[in-house]
């Protein structure tokens, strides 16, 4: 059995080559910490840490103590309200409780196992990085689960005062959160920015609060410090290329991008918060953006995700009917490319043949990285 080793407070399993070192927590499963290697003289951690890992936490969520990297949520979102008889954690099982080992290659790839607490199965969560590509593909998946529940993945990108650029795949249509309050007393003092229920069709003009400047532009971070909100953008679902997003760093020199298929992932949501909480353990301390391919309704939980929302009864998918007798997976790549000298802004990302993504730049610089994309859709990477 492969030994752990522990950083930042927590004991894992490593996967590391050349372009890619990360760890594995046991404890929830986290992808944390995780560096990719530009080139020779540069490497890059896009990866969030809540400052409080080295802390004595005092919240009663996991989820809250643990705060780090990505994670998986099932089911996804607060679950403050009881579903089917049942009072699941926030984000579930997923990254509140153990996991074990199953399989581990240290340089390529590593298999974990969950039993769930609440319900009856099966969780599985494998790993995987190959030589010379900065990326790492991610699977997980679902055994003798029975019931209708809403997933996701929740990946926290360090902000602070790093300027951050977000670009996506094209969208139908995008909310923000119908529960949205300009001061909202839940569990503690938070301030939002957003109109509460509103709809946009672009990232770049969201309907605010302020009296000012009734739209933000929510591609830019990060945004007015001392608030904090959640968005919903559902995604072109017909598409036969993978759905995207991507937070560019200027500053920084580089991207990190997420790759999902829009039918297994239909919505991304954005968690911007930037030191909004005054309660402990957040103390007006935390700056991260949360870059979530999810299907559910909001951060709500499983029981607003299951039952009939705006959102499904407009045929748009917050939750999956899983089946004990049947396995269920989702796939994920996640991962960076360096920006070519003086670019910027992201013009458009192409998805090219002999598994080639093509960045290209508003400056007309390129930037091609060979991934082999089409393993969001089956994971199949030979395709």
Same mark, same amino acid.
């Given at each position: 059995?492969?030994?752990?080793?522990?950083?930042?407070?927590?004991?894992?399993?490593?996967?590391?080559?050349?372009?890619?070192?990360?760890?594995?927590?046991?404890?929830?499963?986290?992808?944390?910490?995780?560096?990719?290697?530009?080139?020779?003289?540069?490497?890059?951690?896009?990866? *969030?840490?809540?400052?409080?890992?080295?802390?004595?936490?005092?919240?009663?969520?996991?989820?809250?103590?643990?705060?780090?990297?990505?994670?998986?949520?099932?089911?996804?979102?607060? !679950?403050?309200?009881? *579903?089917?008889?049942?009072?699941?954690?926030?984000?579930?099982?997923?990254? /509140?409780?153990?996991?074990?080992?199953?399989?581990?290659?240290?340089?390529?790839?590593?298999?974990?196992?969950?039993?769930?607490?609440?319900?009856?199965?099966?969780?599985?969560?494998?790993?995987?990085?190959?030589?010379?590509?900065?990326?790492?593909?991610?699977?997980?998946?679902?055994?003798?689960?029975?019931?209708?529940?809403?997933?996701?993945?929740?990946?926290?990108?360090?902000?602070?005062?790093?300027?951050?650029?977000?670009?996506?795949?094209?969208?139908?249509?995008?909310?923000?959160?119908?529960?949205?309050?300009?001061?909202?007393?839940?569990?503690?003092?938070?301030?939002?920015?957003?109109?509460?229920?509103?709809?946009?069709?672009?990232?770049?003009?969201?309907?605010?609060?302020?009296?000012?400047?009734?739209?933000?532009?929510?591609?830019?971070?990060?945004?007015?410090?001392?608030?904090?909100?959640?968005?919903?953008?559902?995604?072109?679902?017909?598409?036969?290329?993978?759905?995207?997003?991507?937070?560019?760093?200027?500053?920084?020199?580089?991207?990190? *991008?997420?790759?999902?298929?829009?039918?297994?992932?239909? /919505?991304?949501?954005?968690?911007?918060?930037?030191?909004?909480?005054?309660?402990?353990?957040?103390?007006?301390?935390?700056?991260?953006?949360?870059?979530?391919?999810?299907?559910?309704?909001?951060?709500?939980?499983?029981?607003?995700?299951?039952?009939?929302?705006?959102?499904?009864?407009?045929?748009?998918?917050?939750?999956?009917?899983?089946?004990?007798?049947?396995?269920?997976?989702?796939?994920?790549?996640?991962?960076?490319?360096?920006?070519?000298?003086?670019?910027?802004?992201?013009?458009?990302?192409?998805?090219?043949? !002999?598994?080639?993504?093509?960045?290209?730049?508003?400056?007309?610089?390129?930037?091609?990285?060979?991934?082999? *994309?089409?393993?969001?859709?089956?994971?199949?990477?030979?395709?």
């Amino acid at each position: 059995m492969a030994s752990l080793c522990k950083k930042y407070g927590q004991s894992g399993w490593e996967l590391s080559n050349q372009t890619v070192s990360l760890m594995v927590t046991q404890m929830g499963g986290y992808m944390f910490p995780v560096e990719f290697a530009l080139n020779e003289k540069q490497k890059v951690s896009p990866y *969030y840490i809540a400052p409080w890992w080295n802390e004595e936490c005092r919240s009663p969520h996991q989820v809250f103590q643990f705060l780090r990297g990505d994670f998986f949520c099932f089911p996804f979102g607060g !679950n403050l309200h009881p *579903y089917q008889g049942r009072q699941f954690p926030l984000h579930g099982d997923s990254p /509140s409780q153990e996991w074990t080992l199953k399989t581990l290659s240290p340089g390529r790839k590593i298999t974990l196992e969950q039993h769930q607490t609440h319900i009856p199965g099966t969780l599985q969560k494998t790993i995987e990085i190959q030589e010379t590509q900065k990326a790492i593909y991610i699977e997980h998946q679902f055994s003798g689960i029975s019931g209708i529940f809403p997933y996701g993945h929740h990946a926290l990108i360090h902000l602070n005062d790093r300027a951050c650029h977000v670009y996506h795949s094209p969208i139908q249509k995008g909310f923000t959160n119908p529960k949205a309050q300009p001061h909202s007393p839940f569990d503690g003092v938070r301030y939002s920015f957003l109109e509460g229920g509103a709809e946009f069709d672009t990232l770049g003009k969201v309907p605010s609060l302020w009296k000012h400047q009734p739209f933000v532009n929510c591609q830019k971070f990060p945004q007015s410090e001392g608030f904090g909100d959640l968005l919903l953008m559902v995604k072109e679902p017909h598409s036969q290329t993978p759905s995207f997003i991507v937070c560019l760093f200027p500053e920084q020199g580089y991207l990190w *991008y997420s790759l999902a298929s829009p039918q297994i992932f239909p /919505s991304f949501q954005l968690w911007m918060e930037n030191k909004n909480r005054a309660e402990a353990p957040w103390n007006n301390r935390n700056c991260c953006l949360g870059v979530e391919e999810t299907c559910s309704y909001f951060g709500f939980g499983a029981a607003e995700s299951a039952q009939k929302n705006f959102l499904n009864a407009q045929g748009i998918p917050t939750s999956h009917a899983f089946h004990a007798h049947e396995k269920y997976h989702t796939w994920n790549i996640q991962g960076v490319a360096s920006l070519p000298q003086g670019a910027k802004e992201l013009k458009e990302l192409r998805f090219e043949e !002999n598994k080639r993504l093509q960045f290209i730049f508003s400056n007309g610089r390129t930037q091609v990285e060979e991934i082999q *994309y089409n393993y969001v859709f089956s994971g199949d990477r030979s395709s």
